[in-house]
């Protein structure tokens, strides 16, 4: 699994969205969960079922294959294992990741970040912060964020338009100004650089808040908006 799956995810948790009446509650499969290795830092669902009746393309982005009901994708930091239930629960990625995967252990840490979020969302991220990920080119600079956190989930609703929303737990409150700061920063430049003006926009449309130790950012705005972010 490339290093740019995770954040092929992240764009299509934004793109998970259609005129369709809210799904049921989602709640972590166990026999994917088991299978996440003890030492994941960083964890993505999608639910692909729902993926493929909106966006019938894009599950192929993923390595999804037709069959597929559901996928994880677990990181490392160095590594990605994808986790696949079909007819059956398929691993793919590095023979040591599957051999983790395969032997019985304690439940992964990286699910008690995961869980508040997937029971009500059919396409999430969730990251134990302070450790840096990852992360290709300009996406790298998200680690000057994901090092001052505690953890982060990044979800998606289904709605008629894109209802986006990060939330970063930090370890101090002061850690939380700071990651507010960072943030704001952040989305200003990139919106400043942006040519796509709906993306800029959106971008724009960005609602911070803190709350003591937590910061969350949330969007609402057109799939239309989102979809630019795919495209070459």
Do not use: Y
């Amino acid at each position: 699994m490339p290093s740019t799956s995770a954040i092929r995810v992240a764009a299509l948790a934004l793109l998970a969205t259609s005129c369709r009446p809210t799904a049921p509650q989602f709640a972590i499969d166990p026999a994917l969960a088991s299978r996440v290795p003890p030492t994941t830092i960083a964890l993505a669902f999608v639910d692909v079922d729902q993926l493929r009746a909106a966006f019938p393309k894009l599950p192929a982005l993923l390595g999804a294959s037709p069959n597929a009901h559901a996928l994880l994708i677990a990181s490392t930091g160095a590594e990605f294992l994808t986790i696949t239930r079909g007819a059956d629960v398929s691993l793919l990625g590095p023979p040591a990741l599957i051999a983790a995967a395969n032997t019985p252990h304690s439940p992964a840490a990286i699910l008690a970040t995961a869980e508040p979020v997937a029971a009500h969302h059919p396409i999430w991220i969730a990251v134990r912060g302070g450790t840096p990920l990852p992360l290709p080119g300009n996406f790298a600079n998200a680690n000057n964020l994901v090092t001052l956190a505690d953890s982060l989930t990044l979800t998606a609703a289904l709605h008629n338009a894109v209802d986006l929303e990060l939330t970063a737990q930090c370890p101090t409150p002061a850690a939380a100004l700071q990651f507010e700061q960072r943030l704001r920063a952040l989305i200003s430049l990139t919106a400043a650089a942006e040519r796509q003006p709906q993306i800029a926009a959106a971008l724009h449309a960005i609602q911070l808040r803190r709350d003591d130790r937590t910061v969350s950012a949330t969007l609402l705005a057109p799939a239309a908006s989102i979809q630019l972010l795919l495209e070459p």
